[in-house]
Each structure stands twice: as structure tokens, then as C-alpha cells.
């Protein structure tokens, strides 16, 4: 009960910090519309964790990803996307996830397109060699909205997620054994990403462009049971070298929850991107 109240009384406080922002420096309805989704979503992101039970095991560490990502345009109204992730801890040196990804965008306007594809991903375990492969279509939608320097985009995944099982003992000298069984387990995920962006400079010029961006991201599987699936929140920085090539550097925490172990993952990750637009 102390914990809900002293959260309650954070986020009231927090609301009236940001009240006159809302009220008096942006004027155009929908930009307000937008700042307070993304405040609640930022507050209320929280939530889910804090209403889980306690875990068993919490397993945390600094990690650092990665990425490349292709912007391919096909068309007017096609776009193909390519990404690859690698994700490593910093200490000890050590693999942790390499995942590929690729999506066709179909542009229905300025303000919306979906999109369909598919991700291959290896998660390497925390205890043994072991490697977790994973096949996972998606499905998206994409709303997005800008004005003057402020961009707003809201983001709906879902994906199926066949992952291959894996069977954990662990023996009374505290040492795991882990093994990939033949079998594969099915998940269904849904994704919800309410991210901004504003340009400090003229965002027209096509170098010397600087981008502050904030995202927060829920993930959710479709069982009331284990519902909670995975909690991100990011804050970085975007370079323009040119319009093609961009840079970008930021800061992002994500916790994610294994129901069938009952372990809380904890990471504070550093992540840098390159994006190369074509």
C-alpha cells in the first residue's frame, strides 16, 4: 500500500511539472494531444512490472547493442526495411542475443503504412553455451504525426514467436545444465511503441541535422496469466552525416520477465545505430 501511494503522489507531482507545458507552449491541439500520451505512457510504463509478483531470481548487467538498418525505398508507396542487431554484454565480455530482421512497408499516406515480415533471432543463455534459436513473423501498423520540429509516431506489432525448446536443471552444487529439445514452443506477442523526436536544428537541412529522441515500449503476451512480457524505455541522440547515412547513440532500459523460470531480466543498455537510407 506505501508503494502505491508514494508512486501516486511521484506522478501527480510529475503531471504538474509538466502541466504548463501542456498548457502554454504548444498551441495546436494534436501536438498537446501527443506530448500527453507519450507522458502517460512514459509514467504508466511502470506498471505492469511493478504489479508482478516478486521473481525468484533477478539477473541484471550493462550491455551494449549494436545495429545496423537498411531504409531500402522500392517505390512511392513501398519501403523495405533491414535490420541487424547484435547484442553483447560489456563485463564479462559475452554474447547475448543476434537478431536479423526485414519488413515490407506499404505507404498508404504521410501518416500511415503497415507492415509484414519476419525475424530470425539466437539467444545465447546466461548459465550454459547453450543457444536459443527463434523464427518470429510480425505484423505493424504506423501512425505518425509532425509538426514544425516535433514528430510523434505510434507503433502496433504483433508477432508469432516459435521458439525452440529448452529443458534447465539445476543440480544441488548450484551448476545448470541446459539442453535445445526438438520442440518448438508457439507465443503470441503484442507491441505497443509510442516514440518522439525533435529537431534542433532546421530538420530540412540534409547534414548537420541533430534529432533528441524518446521512446517507451510495452510488450504483452495474450495470457492473462503471464501477461507482462517485456518494458523499454529509450533516450538518445540522432546524427545527419548526410540524407542517406544517419548516427545515433543513446541510452535504453528494458526489463523482461521468463515466466516459465520465474527470473526478471534487467538490463541498462547502450545502443548505437547506423542507418542507411537508399
Known amino acids: 500500500m506505501l508503494l502505491k501511494v508514494n508512486k501516486y503522489i511521484i506522478i501527480t507531482k510529475i503531471k504538474k511539472l509538466f502541466r504548463p507545458i501542456f498548457d502554454f507552449r504548444f498551441k495546436n491541439r494534436f501536438t498537446k494531444y501527443y506530448l500527453q500520451i507519450f507522458l502517460s505512457t512514459l509514467l504508466g510504463i511502470s506498471n505492469p512490472v511493478l504489479g508482478q509478483n516478486i521473481p525468484n531470481a533477478l539477473e541484471s548487467g550493462e550491455v551494449y547493442w549494436t545495429r545496423y538498418y537498411l531504409e531500402w525505398g522500392l517505390s512511392d508507396k513501398l519501403q523495405l526495411d533491414v535490420e541487424v ?77 516459435f521458439r525452440a525448446d529448452t529443458l534447465r536443471t539445476i543440480i544441488p552444487t548450484n551448476e545448470v545444465i541446459e539442453t535445445i529439445q526438438d ?41 492473462w496469466e503471464e501477461f507482462f512480457d517485456t518494458a523499454r524505455i529509450y533516450a538518445g541522440l540522432q546524427y545527419y552525416l548526410s540524407d542517406q547515412i544517419r548516427l545515433e547513440l543513446g541510452y535504453l532500459h528494458s526489463a523482461e520477465k521468463e515466466y516459465r523460470y520465474d527470473i526478471l531480466f534487467n538490463y541498462d543498455i547502450l545502443r548505437f545505430t547506423f542507418r542507411h537510407k537508399l
Request: aromatic share 16%.
Open 85 to 161: 542487431d547484435n547484442r553483447r554484454f560489456f563485463d564479462p565480455s559475452r554474447q547475448l542475443q543476434t537478431i536479423a530482421r526485414t519488413t515490407l512497408y506499404y505507404m498508404k499516406s504521410d501518416n500511415f503504412n503497415v507492415g509484414a515480415g519476419i525475424a530470425y533471432s539466437q539467444l545465447y543463455s546466461l548459465y550454459t553455451p547453450t543457444i536459443q534459436p527463434e523464427i518470429r513473423p510480425h505484423q505493424e501498423v504506423n501512425f505518425t504525426y509532425s509538426e514544425n520540429r516535433w514528430n510523434f509516431n505510434q507503433r502496433i506489432r504483433t508477432e508469432q514467436r
Open 183 to 223: 520442440s518448438y514452443s508457439f507465443d503470441f506477442r503484442v507491441r505497443y511503441q509510442f516514440s518522439t523526436d525533435f529537431s534542433l536544428v532546421d530538420k530540412d537541412r540534409e547534414r548537420g541535422h541533430w534529432n533528441i529522441q524518446v521512446s517507451t515500449e510495452i510488450m504483452a503476451h495474450m495470457d
